[in-house]
């Protein structure tokens, strides 16, 4: 078996040690956080530890932090949990967005992969009727940082509100709920090293925001059922060590940055979409012309490299990217990108199986095509 070299860190991350720990002492313990008694006490606090890690990480209050499933569900809440507003979504939102914002405006995007600000504020000015602006902080396919800022101040100035997908974003570049103007930023623990099965909803105070899952009361109403504590406070531990650890991210910036070079080396037809504009340090998507990205996905795999082909959320399935239509890109050029995506802990080492691995496939398909 060759060596693993995981490239696929925007699906998901390793578990990191401190997470574990967190996971395996919370598991040890028995008690219901909503129990009046002295072990329930204990599980509260472990709980309310855990709300305030991950408020910290997004500059936020503690009681603004709600508990749930993952980012879908933090998505879904927020977009189905502000009833009779127009939904405004960006045209390179994750499907967790795009499928529970129905019969949602479309906010097209530049070929760059940056959502069209002009564009949002013809279409606030074009209907009175209140709105929710939908607006990802970073794409999850293309790594691109989106300008969530600006788009709040032209939400809020027609008198919207704006909801953020900070799922990709999160622990890899500074996040301030407030500076963003973000009146609702959805959170997902695996995405930074966290455990898989929780996320979270942070909620500025003054949304009316109406819960989806009714029944005990939980989560100050917004969010009903036991929480799910080893989880949440796996998710504390993971928020805390992204926050303290920003920094690595300079050194995967010039891993990814390495990597792109030597690829664009081997094969300089070779697009890389989303180049001209701010990305994270961690992704590189880029084109194997006229090379499907499955064939690419599978020949990368069977030489010990795991990367995907766009979002890694459709259950296994292998699809054109909607985010790169939404960016003018042709069909052929769509159907061949392929997703890497470091992390903390990839190396040099990764970058050379990799860059072996895709440049042995390039030119196997060149000689084939000759």
Sequence with gaps: ?????????????????????????????????????????????????????????VGAAPSEVVFTSGGTEANGLALRGLAGRQLLVSAIEHDSVRQAADGAAMIPATPEGMVDLAALERMLADDKRPALVSLMLANNETGVIQPVAEAARLAHAKGALLHCDAVQAAGKIAVDRAALGADLLA????????????????????????ALQTGGGQERGRRAGTENLPGIAGFGAAASVAAERLRDYAAVALLRDQAE???????????IHGAQAPRLANTLCIGMPRVP???????????????????????????????????????????????????WSSS??????????????????RASAA
């Design 293 to 343: 990205a499955a064939t690419q996905v599978m020949a990368l795999d069977l030489a010990g490299v795991m990367v995907s082909a766009g979002a890694a959320c459709s259950s296994g399935k292998l699809r054109r990217s909607q985010v790169l239509e939404a960016m003018g890109v042709d069909a052929a050029a769509a159907e061949s990108a392929i997703r890497i995506s470091l992390g």
């Design 261 to 271: 070079r030597r690829l664009a080396a081997i094969a300089p037809d070779a697009p």
């Design 348 to 365: 040099a080492i990764d970058i050379d199986q990799l860059v072996e691995a895709w440049g042995a496939l390039y030119a196997r398909t």
């Design 1 to 57: 078996m060759p060596r693993a070299a995981y490239l696929d860190w925007n699906a998901t991350a390793p578990l990191r040690p401190e997470v574990v720990a967190a996971m395996a002492e919370a598991l040890a313990r028995t008690g219901n956080p909503s129990s009046v008694h002295r072990w329930g006490r204990e599980a509260r606090r472990t709980l309310e530890k855990a709300r305030a890690q991950v408020a910290a990480l």
């Design 187 to 210: 959170l997902s623990a695996h995405k930074l090293g966290g455990p898989q099965g929780v996320g979270a909803l942070v909620v500025a105070g003054a949304v009316p925001l109406a």
